[in-house]
């Protein structure tokens, strides 16, 4: 029986020394996003499992791959782990990308029976400020052009009777 290398130990390694492998540095971030994505994809991945993946790899790279995955993939994960959401039959590839990353985010999935309405939230998000709202914007027009006229160069006037001549 053959042994096998442990797969981890090389992967450390390679990140580790990357100067070492120039001729894989493309097939790299391919093979890592292909593990990931097949991770979030396997049958046994609970929302436990999906908040520690997030985790580890951190929000931003978690997103990054997230946005990699495909519509079908990112709707099978979600179906997966948020089966009782009211909103998942007419929903849009975007809700589901965005529910994927509340749940890795730490949003429990709903209940059977439960709205979403009546669960209650973590904490509401500020409201941006609207641009209309803000200062340059309360501004009135006082009714006189305060701009200069606009003036033409006097060399385009040159240019068009030069060519006037010419022709």
């Given amino acids: 029986m053959a042994l096998d290398v442990d797969g981890f130990a090389v992967l450390q390694a390679i990140a580790a020394a990357p100067e070492a492998f120039p001729d894989i540095r493309t097939e790299i971030p391919r093979a890592a996003r292909g593990l990931v994505v097949r991770?979030?994809?396997?049958?046994?991945?609970?929302p436990a499992s999906l908040r520690l993946i997030r985790e580890v790899l951190g929000g931003e790279t978690f997103a990054l791959i997230a946005d990699g995955m495909s519509e079908a993939e990112v709707k099978g994960v979600v179906t997966r782990l948020d089966p009782h959401h009211p909103s998942l039959k007419t929903a849009t590839p975007g809700w589901h990308r965005h529910r994927l990353t509340a749940l890795?985010?730490?949003?429990?999935p709903?209940?059977?029976?439960?709205?979403?309405?009546?669960?209650?939230?973590a904490a509401p998000e500020p409201q941006p400020e609207r641009a209309l709202a803000s200062r340059p914007f309360a501004a009135t027009w006082d009714g006189k052009d305060h701009d200069a006229p606009a003036r033409k160069p006097e060399r385009d006037k040159k240019e068009k009777k030069s060519k006037k001549k010419k022709g």
Avoid: F, H, T, V
Wanted: hydrophobic share 50%; charged share 30%.
């Fill in 39 to 46: 991770q979030l994809k396997a049958r046994a991945l609970r």
């Fill in 104 to 108: 890795a985010a730490g949003e429990a």
């Fill in 110 to 121: 709903l209940r059977k029976g439960e709205s979403a309405a009546a669960k209650p939230a």
